[in-house]
């Protein structure tokens, strides 16, 4: 059964083209939104087993929703043109995929987050 993916990000190309690949990788798409309301009331009515964040969502930070995966000990990801060093210390531990990126950077970013 393909793992149920949450994407939280804010540039709708970004989102159109996860929505393209990630099927292709093996994954459903459980739900997209682009605000930390939206993505933490999309944690209520899907089941989600890992997640996409932006960090940066027209202007506000999505560590809610990271707060909240935690607290669900769902797994996620950031990806972000901030790289490792636009992470604060409390969320260090979760993995980051640098924008731009490809579809084998993804690949290998969502194997590496569900095998861990």
Same mark, same amino acid.
């Given at each position: 059964m393909p793992l149920r993916t949450l994407i939280v990000e804010?540039?709708?190309?970004?989102?159109?083209?996860?929505?393209d690949v990630l099927p292709e990788l093996g994954y459903d798409v459980a739900a997209s939104v682009d605000n =930390?309301?939206? !993505? $933490?009331?999309?944690l209520d009515r899907?089941?989600?087993?890992?997640?996409?964040?932006d960090i940066n969502l027209a202007g506000t930070p999505s560590?809610? =929703?990271?707060? !909240? $995966?935690?607290?669900?000990?769902?797994?996620?990801?950031?990806a972000t043109s901030y790289g490792a060093i636009g992470?604060?210390?409390?969320?260090?531990?979760?993995?980051?995929?640098?924008?731009?990126?490809g579809k084998r950077e993804l690949e290998n970013a969502l194997a590496r987050l569900v095998a861990a």
């Amino acid at each position: 059964m393909p793992l149920r993916t949450l994407i939280v990000e804010d540039e709708s190309l970004l989102v159109m083209l996860l929505e393209d690949v990630l099927p292709e990788l093996g994954y459903d798409v459980a739900a997209s939104v682009d605000n =930390v309301d939206a !993505a $933490l009331a999309a944690l209520d009515r899907h089941p989600i087993d890992l997640a996409v964040l932006d960090i940066n969502l027209a202007g506000t930070p999505s560590f809610p =929703v990271a707060d !909240a $995966l935690d607290t669900r000990g769902i797994p996620y990801l950031f990806a972000t043109s901030y790289g490792a060093i636009g992470v604060p210390e409390p969320y260090r531990h979760a993995m980051v995929l640098q924008k731009p990126y490809g579809k084998r950077e993804l690949e290998n970013a969502l194997a590496r987050l569900v095998a861990a």
